[in-house]
């Protein structure tokens, strides 16, 4: 089975602290991406990651960057926390097969992130 | 714009109950369909997803999905429904070429006993 690990799953950061939140995957897969979750609003993409050193930006990127310096593991980082990235953030990785296009997405259980 | 709508913010059903979760898609190209489940705390399991051929799609844990490209839909479906689905469920649509996914609000599934 894939497993995506999240290195927290509950986390407590101040206003203004530079954050960083660690995702792993053990299956060798190229594709990666980091979600936010907020009630109603579902899942939305922050960044992802083709392969390694490559990435792009999702739908909601302000105030966020990313880092993906080697294949296994991808790096969310708030710059500037601040109280309205209050969320759960959620990693997922995929295998790029190119005979076989129809790779889903595989979670992690989510990191749930306070800014206070 | 590439979209998915998911009508029912709450259900609730009784256990034993039939039930349909419903999903509305709009997206441009032919579209790869997902549902997933997600239990309290935990991440997004897969329960099943649609790509070409059969329109009537059987998943994990006795769910299956039914694309209609003329409705525009991809409804969930279980028979029987146990009180271990109680969850939040999501639909998604996505592209094969680049794997992003775009979720849709969710349906939180309640079940009475």
């Known amino acids: 089975d894939v497993k995506v690990t999240q290195s927290s799953r509950y986390l407590v950061k101040r206003t203004g602290e530079k954050v960083f939140l660690e995702c792993v995957q053990d299956?060798?897969?190229?594709?990666m991406f980091w979600y936010r979750q907020d009630p109603g609003l579902g899942l939305r993409l922050i960044y992802f990651?083709?392969?390694?050193?490559?990435?792009e930006k999702g739908d909601i990127p302000e105030g966020y960057s990313v880092s993906r310096e080697k294949k296994e593991r991808f790096s969310l980082i708030l710059e500037s926390a601040s109280t309205n990235q209050t969320s759960m953030y959620l990693c997922?990785?995929?295998?790029?097969?190119?005979?076989?296009?129809?790779?889903?997405?595989?979670f992690g259980d989510g990191t749930r992130l306070s800014i206070l | 714009a590439q979209s998915v709508t998911q009508p029912d913010i709450h259900i609730t059903v009784s256990e034993g109950a039939s039930l349909e979760l419903r999903c509305n898609y709009s997206?441009?190209?032919?579209?790869?369909l997902f549902w997933y489940v997600q239990s309290p705390g935990q991440g997004l399991q897969l329960l099943l997803k649609?790509?070409?051929?059969?329109?009537l799609v059987q998943g994990i844990k006795g769910f299956e999905a039914e694309f209609k490209r003329s409705q525009s839909s991809f409804n969930l479906r279980k028979p029987s429904v146990h009180w271990s689905d109680a969850a939040e469920y999501f639909c998604?649509?996505?592209?094969?070429?680049?794997?992003?996914?775009?979720f849709g609000q969710g349906t939180t599934l309640q079940v009475k006993p």
């Open positions: 997922a990785s995929r295998n790029l097969d190119r005979g076989n296009s129809n790779q889903p997405q595989h």
């Open positions: 299956m060798d897969h190229e594709n």
């Open positions: 990651s083709y392969d390694v050193k490559m990435k």
């Open positions: 997206y441009g190209a032919t579209p790869y």
């Open positions: 649609y790509f070409s051929g059969d329109t």
């Open positions: 998604a649509v996505g592209s094969s070429n680049t794997g992003k996914l775009i």
